[in-house]
């Protein structure tokens, strides 16, 4: 069966234009999921009931080690509770860090937990990966592709 989804795949890369050897995998270390602080913009305690969430930031260094940025990185990992169950249930891109230049850089991303999600958290396969080249175009004059709230991030 893999043998014949090859071709689609190949025909999927070409038809959007996106070469998987273009591809670029980054390291993760000291990563840690702490809850978001109570001045984050993310936080939003107004809405705090057993049925809503709770506002985590995962943050960690990224290192590229190569001579050339990575553009459009995601950040991917299976991120278990006190019980060994995935906190994010069937994904595991947990967010976006656009442009990695070469050298060592820290990240931080948002995440929503559900609440009443019992921790401590254990982070495991934590990975990046990004591309050597852009894959998407920029709408805005502006080179920063973070949102207004991860820039916010304490």
């Known amino acids: 069966m893999p043998q014949r989804l ?10 959007i234009g996106v070469n998987p050897a ?10 840690s999921l702490e809850p978001c602080s109570l001045e984050d913009p993310g936080n939003q305690p ?11 930031v995962l943050s960690g260094e990224v290192e590229n080690p190569g001579r050339k ?14 019980s060994g169950e995935p906190i994010l249930p069937n994904r595991t891109r947990v967010g976006s860090i656009g442009d990695v ?22 982070i495991r396969n934590a990975r990046a990966r990004g591309f050597k080249a852009p894959v998407r175009n920029l709408t805005s004059v502006d080179d920063d592709d973070l949102l207004p709230l991860e820039q916010a991030i304490q």
């Open 69 to 82: 940025p990575v553009v459009d990185t995601d950040v991917f990992a299976r991120i278990l509770d006190a």
């Open 22 to 31: 273009d591809a670029a995998d980054l390291n993760l270390n000291n990563l």
């Open 101 to 122: 230049i070469p050298g060592v850089q820290t990240f931080a991303l948002r995440l929503s937990v559900p609440a009443g999600t019992p921790g401590p958290f254990e």
């Open 6 to 15: 090859l071709p689609l795949l190949a025909l999927l890369f070409l038809l």
């Open 46 to 56: 107004d809405f705090a009931r057993p049925m809503g969430a709770t506002c985590y």
